[in-house]
């Protein structure tokens, strides 16, 4: 069980244990998007760490602090749509203006699998 709270103007992935019902702060956070997904037994999610980053970026987390950790997403920006479909983790980024589709895979690699747009337009 894992759930988001603030202090001091601040947010922090907080992981329960059903055991003893205990609660731990496991990773701080400066904006939540409250996109996640449960993936072989781990949690993925995407958050941002400053304000000075605009980027949203892909975490994983097995419930510990250590194991929390930011999945590398070099040149892709607007990261949305996490999703577990079919047993994979999937999520939409954009690169280079062009929307595609990527896969986390079992190493916790990123893989693009599938192109939406060819030239991202002016949306509204």
Do not use: H, P
């Not at 892909?58 to 602090?65: A, L, N, Q």
């Not at 893989?111 to 002016?122: A, E, H, Y």
Request: glycine share 2%.
């Amino acid at each position: 069980l894992f759930f988001v709270s603030e202090k001091n103007s601040k947010s922090y992935l907080n992981i329960v244990n059903l055991q003893n019902s205990e609660a731990q702060e496991i990773k701080e956070l400066f904006y939540f998007d409250n996109e996640y997904a449960l993936y072989q037994d781990k949690l993925f999610y995407l958050a941002k760490e400053s304000n000075n980053n605009y980027k949203k970026n892909i975490y994983v987390s097995d419930g510990t602090k250590n194991g929390t950790k930011i999945i590398v997403t070099e040149n892709l920006s607007d990261i949305r749509n996490l999703k577990n479909s079919n047993n994979e983790l999937l999520f939409t980024a954009t690169e280079n203006s062009i929307i595609q589709i990527y896969k986390i895979t079992e190493d916790l690699k990123v893989k693009k699998i599938f192109t939406i747009l060819k030239k991202l337009v002016n949306m509204y």
